[in-house]
C-alpha cells in the first residue's frame, strides 16, 4: 500500500498491487524506500527466470575465475559539441579499420573495431556522447570500459566537457583525454590540462593517472599515441570474459534493412555468439541467421568485445536492450510473451497517469488566490546525491519572485538521486515542468520523450547557476517581457 501510495502521489502512476512498472519507475521507488537496487534479473512473474536463462544479468551468474580470458577494452567518446567527437571517431576509423573486407568502413553500424600498430584491439561506440552511455547504463548494461574525453585545444573545458566528466564518473569509467584540434594556431593544451585538473583529472605528464593524447582528428595525427595510450589505461582494468559459453551482449542499434528484415548491431559482452543460436534481445527473439562484421563482412561467430551485426530478430530491439542467448525456441517465448505483456501493462498505466495529471491541472489552475494570483513554476529535480537533492530543493523552494499582482514560486515535485529517467520526463511532461539536472545527465530515452514532448532540461555543475537561473524563469513567468 505504501508502494502504491508512493507511486500515486510522488510519481503520477496509477498502479495497482498486482501491477508491473518500468525499471526505472522500481527504481525510483525502492530507492525512495532507502534500497539499494542490483539490475540483471529477469522479470519472471511468471516463474520463467530459472529455467535456462539463469545467465539473464551480469549479477546473477558469474564465470570462474580460470574461464576468463583478456578481451579489448570498449570505447565510447564523449566531448563538448564541435570539440570533435564525430571527426575523432571518422578518423580513426578510415585510419585504423582493416580494409578490403566488404567495403563497407565508411558506413556506421553503430559500432568498430580496430587493430592498433601493435596488433591489440579496440572497440570503439560510435554513437559519441553522454546520452547514449548513459542509457545503457539505466538499462544495466554498463558496455563502456573507458570514456575518450575530447577537448578542443583551442576552447579548452566547456559546459557538456562538465556533464561528460561528471557522468563518466558516476559510472566509475576511467577518462582517457584526448586534445583535439592540435593544428589549429589557437591549440593550447597546457591550458586545457590546467582547466581539467578543476574536475581531479590530473595528467600522468603531471603526476597524476589520467592519460592524454594530443591529436588533430582533422590530419589524423597523434592517432597511434591515443590508441596506446587508450590501451595502456585498459591494461590497468585487467578486461576478461569468458569466451566459451552462451553469449550475452548489448544491443548498440537496431534497423530494418532490405532483403534481412531486422539487423542489429548487438556488442558481445561474454560468450561467443554462433549460426543458429537463439536469442532474447528486450521485447523480441530470433535465431541467428546471419553475422556480419562491422565492415559488412560475414562471419560464423562473435566473441567478447565484438560488435556484430545479428540478423534474425522477430521484432526490432530496442538501443540499450541485453541480448542473451538462451536453450532454446520455448524459453525465448515465454520470454518475449512476458515482456511484451509487461509493456502493454505499462503503457495503459502510463495513459491512466497522463489523465490524472491533466485532471489535477485543471482543479489547481481553479484554486487561484483571490488577492493575489499565485502561479507556480513545477521543478523536477535530479542531483548526484541524497545530500545535494535535499538542499537543492530547499533551496529552490524559497525562490519567490513577487509584485503586486502576483506571487510566482517553485514547486519541486520530485528531488531525485541519479541520472533523469523517462518517469521523470513523464511526470515533467504531464505537469509542465521543468527539468533541473545537477552533476547527472538524462539518460537518452528520457532526452528522445523531452524533445518529442517539449518538455525542458537544464544541465547544471553550480548551486549558484541553478538558484539564478530558475530565478530568471519566475521573473519571466510574473513578467513575461518580449
Ligand atoms: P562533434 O560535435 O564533437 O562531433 O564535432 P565534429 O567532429 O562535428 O567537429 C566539429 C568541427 O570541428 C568540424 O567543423 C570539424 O571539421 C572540426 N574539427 C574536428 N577536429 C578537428 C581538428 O583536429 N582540427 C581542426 N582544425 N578542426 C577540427
Known sequence: AEVVKYLMINMGVMATVTQSVDAETAVVVAEAFG????RGALPDDD???AAGVANMGNAIDED??????????????????????????????SAKVASGEAGGITQSIGAYQVTTASGQEVTFIDTPGHAAFSEMRARGANATDVVVLVVAADDGVKEQTKECIATAKLASVPIVVAINKMDKPGADPARVLN??????LLSTEFGGDVEV??????NKDGLDDLLDKILLQAEVLELKANPNRAAQGVVIEAGMKQGLGTVATTLIQRGTLKIGDIFVAGASWGKVRLLMNHTGARITEA?????????????????GDVFTVVDKEETARTITDSRRKLLRENQAAQMQGDLKGNVEAILSGMLEDGAKEKMELPIVLRADGPGSAEALASSLRELVSEDEYFKVTCKVLTAGVGEVTKSDIAIAGVSNAYVVCFNVAANH??????????????????????????????????????
Open 47 to 49: 516463474g520463467v527466470a
Open 35 to 38: 534500497k539499494k537496487v542490483v
Open 64 to 93: 570462474p575465475e580460470e574461464s576468463l580470458l583478456p578481451r579489448p577494452p570498449v570505447v565510447t567518446i564523449m566531448g563538448h559539441v564541435d570539440h570533435g567527437k564525430t571527426t575523432l571517431l571518422d578518423a580513426i576509423r
Open 195 to 200: 582547466e581539467l585538473m578543476n574536475y581531479q
Open 213 to 218: 593524447g594530443k591529436v588533430s582528428a582533422k
Open 303 to 319: 566473441g567478447p568485445s565484438t560488435p556484430v551485426q545479428v540478423v534474425g530478430f522477430d521484432g526490432v530491439p530496442g538501443a
Open 445 to 482: 530515452q528520457a532526452v528522445e520523450d523531452a524533445r518529442r514532448g517539449d518538455i525542458e532540461i537544464g544541465y547544471y555543475n553550480v548551486v549558484y547557476d541553478v538558484l539564478d537561473q530558475v530565478q530568471e524563469r519566475l521573473d519571466r513567468i510574473r513578467s513575461p517581457t518580449p
